[in-house]
């Protein structure tokens, strides 16, 4: 089963939510209030909303994820990758270090990451 689209209001309430699962509807209303800014109705409208994607279940009040957070950014990044750079991964690693220079570290965890992707 493919990764829900989740927008960029939702992986902000989606942050919240995975840092604090499982959690009441009426807390995380609370929280969405305090962080970031929303009325009640509008977590209300979201939990439902993501509730029907398949994002998340709510239970007898009771909100958690059915996605974790690195699939989302996993299935994020790809949809960039693709739409950016027509899928090239090695596109967008040449335009995202071309303008940073990699320590030796971080060269060296992405050439240990490469290998330990590569097919035999």
Partial sequence: MATPKIFESEYR??????EKEPIGSGELAKLCEQQL??????TYTVIKRLAERGVLKNENSVV????????????????????T???????????FTGSK????????EIRRMIDSYRED
């Fill in 101 to 108: 220079q990699l320590s030796a570290e971080e060269a060296d």
């Fill in 85 to 95: 750079f027509g899928g090239s991964l090695p596109g967008f690693i040449a335009a």
């Fill in 37 to 42: 800014g929303w009325k009640k109705s509008t």
């Fill in 64 to 83: 958690t994820t059915l996605v974790s957070k690195e699939e989302v950014q996993c299935a994020e990044s790809r949809e960039f990758i693709d739409r």
């Fill in 13 to 18: 309430f989606c942050l919240l939510l995975w």
